[in-house]
């Protein structure tokens, strides 16, 4: 049984930094892609960024790239999101997403960027930006 567990949220001043972990268990982590959502209360759960089964593509929506950095250490079974330059509109839940199936193929991540392509997730964690 797969289970992905987010840590690191919490509250911070705009323009300020948060790092989220996402700690993975329940098979082979370092063969899968990860991805991370966000969902604003009242709002759909929108796409923030993906890495995959190795960490050699990437991939990020357009309203945060240049600002949150997505890492993984296959070693440690961990997917982290590093986000710098923080805005009130980041405060969301975020959540720590993976695919059931596996691709050797990086450029997989490209083209998954709705909630619907990935199948488990953990339990989220709350960023709060204050202004």
């Known amino acids: 049984q797969v289970q992905l567990v987010e840590s690191g949220g919490g509250l911070v001043q705009a323009g300020g930094s948060l790092r989220l972990s996402c700690a993975a268990s329940g098979r082979t982590f370092s063969s899968y892609a990860m991805a991370w959502f966000r969902q604003a209360p009242g709002k759909e759960r929108d796409f923030v960024a993906a890495i995959s089964w190795n960490g050699g593509n990437t991939y990020y929506a357009g309203s945060v790239k240049g600002r949150f950095t997505i890492s993984r250490d296959n070693a440690k079974n961990t997917v982290y999101l590093q986000m710098n330059s923080l805005k009130p509109e980041d405060t969301a839940v975020y959540y720590c997403?993976?695919?059931?199936?596996?691709?050797?193929?990086?450029?997989?991540?490209?083209?998954?960027?709705?909630?619907?392509?990935?199948?488990?997730w953990g339990q989220g964690t709350q960023v709060t930006v204050s202004s």
């Open positions: 997403a993976a695919p059931r199936s596996a691709y050797s193929s990086g450029s997989y991540i490209y083209t998954r960027t709705t909630a619907a392509d990935y199948d488990y």
